[in-house]
């Protein structure tokens, strides 16, 4: 069975870092593109940040120099990096599988507030 | 970049039809996907490929799409129906290529 689950988050104040996990299990991550999608309060879905199946990497603009995704094959786990934050990186952000994005996390709540 | 655009509402009664555009230039050139999430949940898949069903979706939602416009259309609308609705295509050759429409909430009266 296909399960994404996500940890890290939490309250953070603005300028400084977080990293959020996303442990993959029923599937191999470096087989599959691997997504974060953020969702801020009232708002609709951005997409953040993608790796591919041979690494490369794109970031939304919104987040590019900031964010960084990586994996680590040895854990089957998507890592999302998160520097300088701003109170406007305030979300629920979600990890999801592939495009179409046919699984997904629970979801982690980030808030960036002094 | 590639722009989606969606009505931001729908308002149906029970037992009549919803149809939800999802707009974009040449948008029938793509594969279009479609979600539907309800409050406090994370995003479920409910179309594929502009007409695909997962498993365990029902039949009466389905999708379409051609021209510029895709449309996911659910037929015999429930009160379980009732969640906000997007759509996403892939923008192949472009450093963002995820693209979400803006989402429309869809209101079974």
Sequence with gaps: EVQ???SGGG???PGGS???SCA???FTVSSNYMNWVRQAPGKGLEWVSVIDRGGSTYYADSVKGR???S???SKNTVYLQMNSLRAEDTAVYYCARDSPLDYWGQGTLVTVSS | SYVLTQPPSVSVAPGQTARITCGGNNIGSKSVHWYQQKPGQAPVLVVYDDSGRPSGIPERISGSNSGNTA????SRVEAGDEADYYCQVWHSGSDHPVVFGGGTKLTVL
């Design chain 1, 4 to 6: 994404l689950v996500q």
């Design chain 1, 11 to 13: 309250l953070i104040q």
């Design chain 1, 18 to 20: 977080l990293r959020l």
């Design chain 1, 24 to 26: 993959a299990s029923g």
């Design chain 1, 67 to 69: 964010f960084t995704i």
């Design chain 1, 71 to 73: 994996r680590d094959k």
């Design chain 2, 71 to 74: 449309t996911l259309t659910i």
